[in-house]
């Protein structure tokens, strides 16, 4: 299976075969994860295109991208699935997949799908600043950058002076990861928390859009 690179899936995303009954239009922060539950799972029905993942840093324009994407490729598969959660689009986008009839996941963040959204919800920390395993490798390109701290690190303290931690929402048990967002941490002055989550409520979520249709009443094999 394909591996796009993390700066494709920024800037381009990641086009769908054209194989599969279910497609899912995803955000190309999300493309290693998703590949990698298709793969352990023999999801083979599910196919995948991904939105360029730098429409984190754009929320206002992940809607039009996605109404986009949905009318593109909605007469090539018998249904299709948003994986994006509200991604600061303020009801936009969840109010744009009810009209067009398709499904998204649940909740306001890819950080609090992974970190499970009960869970989050319950931690109430306005003060931190959050990380996935995508933002952790492409940190300068999503952060760093884009804020013009490279530039200009003096503004540091003016973006960031009200966090007081940094938190990686690990999906996986990476080492390396863990030691790039250990300095990530440090360059932003915050105190370095990690949580392994693994893929948290979005792995519970394509499990249950990967599950076959329940046969109607009367048609294959009988209930008992």
């Not at 689009?89 to 959204?117: I, K, N, R």
């Not at 492409?138 to 966090?163: C, I, K, N, S």
């Not at 790039?180 to 002055?189: C, D, F, I, K, M």
Request: with cysteine.
């Amino acid at each position: 299976m394909d591996r796009p690179d993390d700066a494709t899936l920024a800037s381009t995303g990641f086009a769908a075969r054209g194989t599969g009954q279910v497609l899912l239009i995803a955000c190309g922060a999300l493309a290693r994860e998703i590949l990698d539950l298709k793969a352990r799972n023999g999801w083979h029905h599910l196919d995948l295109t991904c939105l360029p993942a730098i429409l984190h840093n754009h929320p206002e324009k992940i809607t039009a991208a996605v109404r986009d994407a949905v009318a593109r490729h909605r007469g090539r598969y018998e249904s299709i699935k948003v994986v994006y959660a509200d991604c600061g689009t303020g009801g936009l986008l969840q109010a744009a997949c009810a009209e067009l009839g398709v499904d998204m996941v649940a909740g306001p963040h890819c950080y609090a799908f992974f970190d499970g959204l009960d869970r989050f919800a319950g931690r109430d920390e306005i003060t931190a600043f959050y990380l996935t395993d995508f933002l952790v490798r492409q940190f300068d390109a999503f952060v760093w950058e884009p804020l013009g701290l490279d530039r200009h690190p003096e503004l540091r303290d003016m973006y960031f002076g009200h966090y007081e931690k940094l938190v990686y929402l690990a999906q996986t048990d990476d080492p390396a990861l863990t030691r790039a967002a250990e300095t990530q941490a440090q360059r932003l002055g915050l105190v370095f928390e990690r949580r392994l989550t693994g893929y948290g409520d979005l792995a519970q979520t394509l499990a249950g859009w990967a599950a076959p249709p329940e046969a109607p009443v009367g048609k294959g094999t009988p209930k008992t």
